[in-house]
């Protein structure tokens, strides 16, 4: 291949910024439904709030006193020394994690394409919107280790892409250390991009097998440092309950309990959620036709590319074993990818899995559906290209749909958490309850706030005793502490609280003396709300004292 043919033309380059711009336009179109606001959400009380009512706002010792060095050290110290800064305009965050997001899907991109050859607009569509969950995208806390892995793992790749096509030994000792250094930063964001990224690697060493020994040396020695640092902090990762297995017997264990709430997260969750995609009544119409406009143009012009079998970066990849240039490999990395993201909870006895691992994944399950559209564009039939167009679009579109209805629950739920704390916060001012025992009945049982299971969460904050307390920390300046135990309507009865404290009763039925005198306390705060999608509303609040 000569240099010119490598080299992309003007009209190529000029339709790859359209397809960006066209993206980008989806982009802020799904994120953007619910007006661009963000309200706190569980974790973002503690997180993000309570840091700058510590201890005079000493946000170094917060850090180190809540071992948060010792696990995913490096996106909990941008959580608390950066992001917690931004107190309680927290829109600028969420706007800065989704731009920081679609860099970061541009920078992967890029850097495959120059590896394999290829398009690659279909692996962008899909890690931005296949996640039928924006938990590891939108919610701050969740997402600010997952993103931010993302972009050092693209810069990574971008580094990769510069070294084996670099012939210079200097230059290529650079690109292999800041290669190596923005794997090992990935690796102290995220726990989940551990395996995943060599099992990629493999697969590019496999592409460039002169290069294979520093190629897979890169990701091994950043994991290699990545361990020596969470050995070193041993107690503080025993401290926030991720003890590592030491035993094929504990691995095993990991994984009977991880693997049925993986099958439910691919399984019923994403289902449920496709459901959801394809019901257009939630939406404006006016937002549906701009969706339909903008994707239509965007798929239009993306396979033109895969029919072409042309791609502006370049036409083909800068050498390589032939084999592994062809699309299936493409498959082989996805898959390792996908699977491989969920090796971490194997080594630890951690065995909570949640719906933001699926945006880790997804960059995976993007490489699969990449290859896909390589194949299909290569089929030559008119009638066969226009309904892949076609259904290609109405895919899109259900994708942004559901985006845009789990942003709008997002929303909805957590102002209305913050509303319930901030009158209940009232309430216990007005009787000078600045601290004590709080016993919290909840009538839900999860704070996952996505609209298939709408009636479970209205109350985001309210399910968890610490959330609570630094909810009511936060919105109170620091000034109300409180400790708080959790009921839920499953909790034994043992679990009943003591006479002397004071209750907080979240309920969609009237308010009575009743409540109280059945929880067993001797005063309490009764909020009735009206839990209706999307009108939610606090009915009444009530105060009863027993005798």
Known sequence: MNSQSKQPSKYLRNRAWIIIILLLG???????????????????????????????????????????????????????????????????????ILALMFWTVLLWRRALSQLWGLPFWGFAVLMLWLPLTDEGQYWITASVGIVLGLWFLGWAWVFLARFVQDELPTSRRIWWVVMTLAFLAADLCYEQYWFSVIGLMAVVALKYRRQWLPLLASPVLSLMLTAFWYLSHSSGMRDNGKVANHSVASVIHSLHLILP?????????????????????????????????????????????????RAELANGPNGGTRAWNRPWSLIVGGIIWAVASYFPWLVTHYDWVADRSVTVAAPGIALVGEAILAYAGKIPWRLFRAAVIGVLTFLLVALLNLRAQDIMAYNAANAFSGKLGVRVLAILNQHHLKEGHLTVADPTWTFAPW?????????????????????????????????????????????????????????????????????????????????????????????????
Do not use: C
């Open 26 to 96: 989806l982009w802020l179109l799904s994120e953007g439904i619910a007006g661009w606001q963000y309200h706190p959400f569980r974790d973002d009380w503690f997180t993000l709030g309570y840091p700058n009512f510590w201890h005079g706002g000493s946000r170094w010792e917060f850090y180190l006193s809540y071992h948060l060095d010792s696990y995913r050290p490096l996106s909990f110290l941008v959580d608390i020394e950066l992001l917690s800064r931004f107190w309680p305009h927290l829109t600028i965050v969420a706007a800065m």
């Open 261 to 309: 709430q993986i099958i439910t997260i691919w399984g019923s969750e994403e289902l449920d959620a496709l459901k959801l995609g394809v019901h257009f009544d939630r939406v404006p119409g006016w937002w549906l036709i701009l969706a339909a406009v903008l994707g239509l143009g965007a798929i239009v012009l993306a396979m033109a590319d895969y029919m072409t079998g």
């Open 451 to 547: 609209t298939y299971t709408y009636h479970d969460h209205i109350s985001t904050a309210w399910d968890a005793n610490w959330a609570v307390h630094y909810m009511l920390a936060d919105l109170s300046h620091g000034r109300n502490l409180y400790q708080v135990t959790e009921l839920w309507p499953q909790d034994p009865e043992h679990k009943a609280p003591s006479f002397k404290d004071t209750g907080v009763i979240l309920t969609p039925a009237r308010p009575s003396l009743d409540m109280v005198t059945r929880m067993d306390v001797h005063q309490a705060v009764v909020v009735q709300y009206q839990d209706q999608f999307s009108s939610l509303r606090i009915v009444q609040v009530k105060w009863y004292h027993l005798p």
